[in-house]
């Protein structure tokens, strides 16, 4: 088995380090939080210790660390466990700023470093795994079209907003990495129109809670991205595919396949509520890549130039918001 | 255009002559009922006159005649019609006793005569359409096993039940024309297990209103059908194919192709409430089909054997019920 | 019954003829277009005669017109005929210039005139009618965001692109206008993206074939409109409604309700092909609709202002896409 | 962690050792299988040893045995692990023969003994317990029909057939229990048409590929269940229940929600293709629900009372066949 820690005991950290206890593979052998009860409660909960992390770092036996610490220790944390020759999973985003992402390159490219796996959980999921292979394969000829609905079941807290760097870098960067890898070419042009529909006190703090950004890439095919901060109906996750040939879809997934016959029509199980559920799967399976990873099966899917590229088009929608233009890429 | 004139103009004769007064084709000029003010109502409706029945038949401009009269007319008249060379499209059921059609059968099979319609509704609804042309085709290899699902939205008036022949040749009489349609080959043992659980009212009056049905055909295929009098959420119109290589479904036809996304699931338009919503496609296309019988295009797709094999299997189904066996037909 | 006269013996002409041919309230008398054959032919399935324009105007009997003519005599036939007092049943578009509407607005807008349907048959379609009946009805609260999708099946032929007036006034002007009556508020702003990907020869004719276009209403919700000039697999119709309670979705509509089960998974029937087949019953109801108008029962659904509408929102978003920016409305 | 072992190494017992060996609260400590490559082999992959029975008997810190031996060993090994102090998981049957269950119903009974739990998949399917859980909160009022669909994408090997107990012991046996549980009342007729449509090799075999089987439980509610050898499409799993008040569905569940839209149609993604893939969650739920029977904390759900039912509607509906009339439970 192989000796993993890991760094955060917040909902993030919980929910990967539930994971890790029942990969076969992984031995989560250490929660590192400065918050002591939570790490004391998380590794009880998952067969684990608690150490510092620089005991973590100075344990030969720890071969990967995954960072689930706060958003603005990432890039930090990264550093320092791919420097003590530690594995790095990474709970996205590696940063929130591009420059922090441009100073940090040279040394995260580095090919003696050992592999930093940045975790985007679209990437994992089986459902839009099976549109990415289908596409792959040909199935619908050249793609033209890509449509992204990501819609939260219910806004955040109003104090998570104003550290969360803004709703396209914290939500629509999924949405700009499944872009990016689906369309599989360069991205030149963003724009976007965005409202404050759901709650105003989102606006006062300088943020947007609903978006329709549109990309355009070098061979003119072309992407719209919908995201809002609230259904009421649970997280709205759907995709679609429009090349040459045909198109192919992500439907939402449903809890069960029970119907209900009512004189109002016929209903179907509800969606899953939030993420956790929805992605329940790729998060399992992004744990397990990293597995791969560490033993050297596999290199890791996405890591720090997805995640430079995500950024880049996260600003590059704000930027269009605030200039009310259309931005190109260099 | 072709003169026809109707008997009937109760719930089917006001369909069937509004359908008429519709078909480009069809010149529908008299209605015949001996409730002069309903014959009146629905000829006005339709730009019909009001005629006695021995008038129609002595108008020799009249080409066919549509009897949607009450059931026990049904014979008498067709007979009538066809002995003054009018062609007839008769409402099902041509007659609820099998002894009755059998006295006729002579006369009603003599080529000599005009042609015979009876009406089977299913036949011409282009969803079940699609289905048996696809099975004809032979895109799931060879038939083994038909479920069909017939169920109403709500319970007959009670005063109906006694005049209605009962469930089987009132209701399941279109099932079983569906059967041996589909199943294209003679069916030789039927076996029934029939319950009263919609209204204890109706077991008083010697009927019942849930029902499974299960037919062997001569090469062991099976059937299955379905009938309840009562859904609460609309008419139940479903058909399942299974064959060696593949199955077909036909399922219901909602009113509109809007769905809700609600915090309890997604749901769907409702079915259509009940048989003149569903087949209203195949009402018209059966009106339309006799215009072809009396322009000598196509022959009936539909008469006298089929009405007689289809009330055996009800007669079969009945008895089936009183014996508590299954009871096989020569 | 009201008798009618039609302009145009082409396509659309022949649709509406054939509506008109079975609509019990309406006699339609003539048919006129300059290519004597074809208006011949037309007349004769209609059971309609050929007249010329002029003697349609001064038949005193006609009381409404349908303008199919060809797009660049459909403003100066409707003028005609309003003056002749005729009423006017005008296909869309009503000109594909904004100018040329609004120097035509004061004589279009005086009360003295008889009314004037511009028919935009998604107002018409029973379930777009379903969506917005609902969303009228306040099911999902406020609306937020629209998404719409209006892919045609085939490219155009070639021949028909530089007469078109271009993909947003020929195609997404169709959009423009559910978008407006959805939306219900006044659009402030549109941007496009456009792109050539289906044929390189219709950029070289100076037009597009794929776009997003996103408006944004006064309020700040939101609208993405998708084209496309092809799908290889039909009609792709689609419409989603987002509010602040729920969602609503109109689907495709299905030829029939057939579901085959094949090893490579379940499939459903296709979808219509194309406009007519997707569109029958709305063309037929908004055929039904100028009866009601020319009767004085209802008021005409659509008429100059929307047509203004549309196609001030259409020169906006062929203005946005030539200048790489957002275009403001007046 | 609770200490178990496992007798049997094949196919189920692969199944079930490996989900043991995932389950947090199960400690797989031994398989045993007279087949000693087998049992080395599954021992390696799940981190078990290797043990003779004897021995597992006598390993006082063993709790609980999942036994998944042959079929015809099931009951003797059950009794054996019993009587060493043992809980019991058996896969089903317990036993093909109702005599042989009837002559162990005493000591089986016997409130001494540790619990017995004889897993029915369906019965911890996540699906099938949606539905179960409505119908008990009443959302379709009375119970009045229930259809299953239970047909298997492909025939089992000849050389299965003879010791499989036929079809009706050994596959629609899943079906019983499942009528049993849902319904909730006593069963008190059974009848069977089946036929030998998939292969004639199984017909000389003395066993039959297609059923339909109708039960009436005590209130007159019917219940149909459907089966076949062979679909070609999949594992076909459905289920309907009809109340007074509506309906509940239970639809096959796709691999993906991935949705092609093709020339021909839509094409959803294919079913799980068997048994395993189907009731994986099942599978994983019924150890589990395992663990809690052992700790105490739950009654198994499913176990002798269960079995000798089960097995008893096999045998009616056996010698429904034989006989070729309805059988009367007593």
Same mark, same amino acid.
């Given at each position: 088995?192989?000796?993993?820690?890991?760094?955060?005991?917040?909902?993030?950290?919980?929910?990967?380090?539930?994971?890790?206890?029942?990969?076969?593979?992984?031995?989560?052998?250490?929660?590192?939080?400065?918050?002591?009860?939570?790490?004391?409660?998380?590794?009880?909960?998952?067969?684990?210790?608690?150490?510092?992390?620089?005991?973590?770092?100075?344990?030969?036996?720890?071969?990967?660390?995954?960072?689930?610490?706060?958003?603005?220790?990432?890039?930090?944390?990264?550093?320092?466990?791919?420097?003590?020759?530690?594995?790095?999973?990474?709970?996205?985003?590696?940063?929130?700023?591009?420059?922090? =992402? $441009?100073?940090?390159?040279?040394?995260?490219? &580095? *090919? +003696?470093? #050992?592999? %930093?796996?940045?975790?985007?959980?679209?990437?994992?999921?089986?459902?839009?795994?099976?549109?990415?292979?289908?596409?792959?394969?040909?199935?619908?000829?050249? =793609? $033209?079209?890509?449509?992204?609905?990501?819609? &939260? *079941? +219910?806004? #955040?807290? %109003?104090?998570?907003?104003?550290?969360?760097?803004?709703?396209?870098?914290?939500?629509?960067?999924?949405?700009?990495?499944?872009?990016?890898?689906?369309?599989?070419?360069?991205?030149v042009e963003v724009?976007?129109?965005?409202?404050?529909?759901?709650?105003?006190?989102?606006?006062?703090?300088?943020?947007?809670?609903?978006?329709?950004?549109?990309?355009r890439?070098?061979?003119?095919?072309?992407?719209?991205?919908?995201?809002?901060?609230?259904?009421?109906?649970?997280?709205?996750?759907?995709?679609?595919?429009?090349?040459?040939?045909?198109?192919?879809?992500?439907?939402?997934?449903?809890?069960?396949?029970?119907?209900?016959?009512?004189?109002?029509?016929?209903?179907?199980?509800?969606?899953?509520?939030?993420?956790?559920?929805?992605?329940?799967?790729?998060?399992?399976?992004?744990?397990?890549?990293?597995?791969?990873?560490?033993?050297?099966?596999?290199?890791?899917?996405?890591?720090?130039?997805?995640?430079?590229?995500?950024?880049?088009?996260?600003?590059a929608?704000?930027?269009?918001?605030?200039?009310?233009t259309p931005v190109r890429l260099a």
């Amino acid at each position: 088995m192989i000796r993993i820690a890991q760094l955060g005991a917040g909902r993030m950290g919980a929910l990967h380090a539930h994971n890790a206890a029942l990969d076969p593979r992984l031995d989560l052998a250490w929660i590192v939080d400065p918050r002591g009860e939570a790490a004391s409660a998380l590794a009880e909960q998952t067969g684990a210790g608690v150490a510092a992390f620089d005991a973590v770092l100075a344990d030969p036996e720890v071969r990967g660390v995954v960072i689930a610490s706060s958003t603005d220790s990432h890039l930090a944390d990264t550093l320092a466990c791919l420097r003590a020759g530690k594995a790095v999973f990474c709970e996205k985003p590696l940063s929130l700023s591009a420059a922090e =992402l $441009e100073a940090a390159q040279a040394e995260l490219e &580095d *090919p +003696a470093l #050992p592999p %930093l796996l940045v975790a985007f959980n679209r990437r994992f999921d089986p459902h839009i795994g099976a549109l990415a292979k289908r596409l792959a394969e040909g199935a619908i000829g050249r =793609l $033209e079209s890509l449509h992204i609905v990501n819609h &939260d *079941p +219910a806004a #955040p807290s %109003l104090d998570f907003i104003p550290r969360s760097g803004g709703l396209f870098r914290d939500f629509t960067i999924h949405d700009f990495d499944l872009a990016a890898w689906l369309m599989g070419e360069p991205i030149v042009e963003v724009f976007a129109f965005a409202s404050c529909l759901v709650d105003a006190r989102i606006a006062e703090l300088g943020d947007v809670d609903t978006a329709k950004t549109v990309l355009r890439a070098r061979s003119g095919a072309l992407c719209v991205i919908s995201n809002s901060r609230r259904t009421g109906y649970g997280y709205d996750q759907r995709l679609e595919a429009y090349g040459s040939q045909g198109a192919l879809q992500v439907d939402n997934v449903r809890d069960t396949s029970l119907v209900s016959l009512r004189a109002d029509g016929p209903s179907g199980a509800p969606f899953p509520y939030s993420f956790p559920e929805r992605y329940a799967a790729a998060y399992r399976a992004e744990l397990d890549h990293f597995a791969d990873v560490i033993e050297g099966r596999d290199r890791p899917r996405t890591g720090f130039s997805e995640s430079l590229s995500a950024i880049r088009l996260a600003d590059a929608a704000g930027l269009s918001i605030s200039r009310g233009t259309p931005v190109r890429l260099a």
